[in-house]
């Protein structure tokens, strides 16, 4: 998930008016496949550093739902083409990628994540009129409405305080990566959740490494429960220190959206009994079924961000035929279908998390309380 | 002259420092046993002889031998090793060890004594400046100029060297303390036994303990020969350029 | 109280690395008056080569301490013949060895990045026998008790051995007079190589225990040490291993109390505005060497 704090407005700027540039000579554009289709933009970070996190997985589930649909798109008589860009995890790229896509003539493109990258291209999608839907984590420019979120780190996050409550945790402490601006509005997600607040708050530097101060004054404050809001490496050296200096044992140890396989990398047999929130996670209801397909086509396991793309697929394949019910696939068009088509009953039948896109460009989405299983890979958390 | 082989030979030896030459074909002869005089004003290239000796100034030609062995391009340890022994000029204690240790130190880095011998050669030391048995423990960097002198001079006679080299240990010392210095040269045979010594002086008071005398002017040897019979003009004229006919003492003559 | 004393006990814990790292790098920087900056990435270099021990031969890290002190200490002799002894005659000798090692710091910490492809490592689990110990009111593991003990030991064994065995004598006597030095039948190079092995071996050890104990292995990991070490040494009084040792836990401690009562977020500030309340009280640091009064 988008994590990175917003970069500086002249990386918008400049590649912006690259973009505009090459649009008007007219250059470097893909030519626009079966006219009649309506071809879907995927820009998606298929390089760079959030390649294999999230683009890669991202364009394996969306491609997943999209060749499912085949069968309603073919009784609709939609022809349906996916275009293609590579954001190459950065702004020049992904403005250069969403300017092609346009050329190209598609009405809506969804780009996987990275705020700096959904924050250039908004603004763009909103005067060119195409439905964007984004992965970033932060708010977007959205003068005309086409510009959406599919990521809620809310929802998830305040989850987490209740799931503790409901563990019955009295006291709660809270270790939060203070260098990092995410992670101080993720703890403060997280006390959303909790009647009483953090009882005890720990900062900590995203490059730390002894952690005896802090833990110590953990101990001190005798909590029952600790929250990791810290980079999932950092998480792990934790827990693992946790269970080094000893004194930890009954604390339930807790975990944000920000969590990933990284964590249990670092941690190992540390991390048991640790819990953490996802959108997804294997082993959800009704999960099985696209596991298995996915399976099937990539040889590999999905992920949170594999399910991501597949239920973002799916939302974008009911916008779609909805749209072409109503008349023409433009963006507006599917930008008015998006948030009922999040809920419609196409997807619902196809759904394996929840996810609701707003009219104002928002997501809420609940998530699953995951943990790691024995061999590293992340489940539903048992209870 | 003696006829023994010498302890130290210098055949035309010229040092440069950068552009600038130092020393212009020096040559001369240190017996074991006797003591040369090593004459010259500031500036004469008195001390960069005796760096030159122990390989600390560039040769630019010439050869130094120690008995007949060249020695002209052995690092200056093990000249050392070998049994050369330079007290530079301004002494050069090592200010933080104490005296004790500036001893131990000379002792164990000359190579000559075995460990069990070092604490005898260092008694030694004490026994010939006994000024110094009450400082041990001193910092050196504490001591006054004629104590740190009697420091470097027993570090470098502590293992007993065949060749001792003196640059200038009377400067800047009051004339008592001069005397002190000098005490251990006039009782050569009791001290030193067969050590060659060359003591370089800009004061002629040298002559008084030397057997020989090899005086420089400007880099050059202007004259070289017994000690006992060294004509009063040709120290006058290797002292030309300096206001008085008479060699300047030592103690002021720090301007240069 | 409890409290107080466990905070301190981990201060010293972390003041202990702190010490070993900086007594090895105010080794060199009091025998040869040069800021060895490459020491960093000598550090860097023990962590690594105890990863590799660990991870691909399987060894415990008790075992690997030895290899990597070695392999530490002779990388350090390494950097000494090719960063810093032909410079030393040099007229501005300080300046050019002080850029020179830099630039070795540059080269050594970009080959370690690219071996660890830029990834952050960590030890294998159970490298060395981790259990938490309670000793009254204070926890501590067995790692963290062995740490100081070792740094500890090592330092004092140190700080002995400079005041009282020939070797010492003779690393303090090229440290004040390279030229005396060699004069009284030291061979130089061997004792500056000397140093900087014995330097390079304590930052190996060092390295190795870090890299178990707070479980990171990064191409990095030694430079983030390199202010700290600075301050420990400003602290404890420039080329006085005991001062090294004195300030790298007094460092340590602060820095831990600062956390502990304050926030994490004042721990650099609090380390700082010791470093430079001692720079305008006490200058020469708690331990003032010797070496000081030579200049008076």
Known sequence: MSMKPTRRLSRLIVPGAIGVLLAATGCAGPSAGDSDAVQVGLLANLSGPAATSFGVPFQHGFELALQQAKAAFDDADVKVEIQTQDAKSEVTSAVTGYNKLRQAGAPIVINDSQSPLGQAVAPLANDDKIAFLSGAGSELENKDGFAFRFTDLGTPTTAMGQYLTEHGAKRVGVIVASDNPSFATLADTTEKGLPGGFDSRQEVASTDTDFSAVLANLRDDDVDAVVLSVLPAQAGNLMLQMDQSGGFDHVIRAGTVAISSETYTVAEDAADDFVFPQVWAPGMQGGSSFEKAYADKYDESPTAYSALGYQVGWTVAAAILAADEDGDVDGASLRDAIPAASTSDLVAEHSILSLELTKDGAAVSEGVMASFADDGSMQVASN | MPTSVPALSLEGVSVSYGHVRAVTDVSFTAHPGRVVALLGPNGAGKSTLLRAICNQATKVSGRVTLFGADISTTRTHRITHRGVALVPEGRRVIAPLTVQENLQVAAGGARRLEPRDRTAAIERVYHLFPPLQRLRDRPSALLSGGEQQMVAIGRALVARPDVLLLDEPSMGLAPVMVETIYGFLKEHGATLGETAVVLAEQNRSALAVADEVVVLSRGRVVHAGPASSLPEDVLTEAYLGSATPEPPVPASSGAN | ?296
Not at chain 3, 134 to 140: C, N
Not at chain 3, 168 to 174: I, K, L, N, Q
Not at chain 3, 270 to 291: D, E, I, N, Q, W
């Open chain 3, 1 to 296: 109280m409890d409290f107080w004393l466990q905070q301190t006990v981990n201060g010293i814990v972390l003041g202990s690395v702190y010490a070993l790292y900086a007594s090895g790098f105010g080794l060199v920087m009091a025998s040869l008056r040069i800021f060895h900056v490459a020491h960093a990435a000598v550090f860097t270099w023990g962590a690594v080569v105890a990863w590799d021990l660990t991870t691909r031969l399987g060894w415990p890290l008790v075992a690997t301490l030895p290899v990597v002190m070695l392999a530490a200490g002779l990388l350090n002799v390494a950097a000494y013949f090719l960063l810093i002894r032909h410079l030393l005659k040099r007229q501005d000798a300080e300046l050019a060895a002080f850029i020179s090692s830099m630039g070795g710091l540059i080269i050594l910490v970009e080959v370690a990045h690219h071996l660890l492809d830029g990834a952050v490592e960590r030890m294998p689990a159970g490298v060395f026998p981790v259990s938490p110990l309670e000793l009254g009111p204070v926890r501590i593991t067995t790692l963290h008790a062995t740490m100081v003990v070792v740094s500890i030991g090592l330092i004092a064994l140190l700080a002995w051995g400079m005041a009282h065995t020939q070797a010492g004598r003779e690393v303090r006597t090229v440290a004040a007079d390279r030229e005396t030095a060699s004069l009284l039948g030291i061979n130089v190079d061997r004792v500056s190589a000397g140093v900087f092995f014995a330097s390079g071996a304590l930052a190996g050890l060092a390295a190795a225990m870090v890299a178990t104990a707070f479980n990171v292995v990064s191409a990095d990991l030694g430079s983030g040490y390199l202010v700290i070490a600075l301050a420990a040494m400003v602290v404890g009084g420039f080329g006085s291993v005991a001062g090294a040792l004195a300030g790298g836990l007094l460092i340590g401690v602060a820095s831990t109390y600062a956390t502990g009562y304050l926030d994490s977020s004042y721990r650099d500030l609090v380390v700082f505005a010791l470093l430079l309340g001692f720079l305008v009280v006490r200058p020469t640091g708690l331990f003032h060497t010797r070496s000081e009064l030579a200049r008076v």
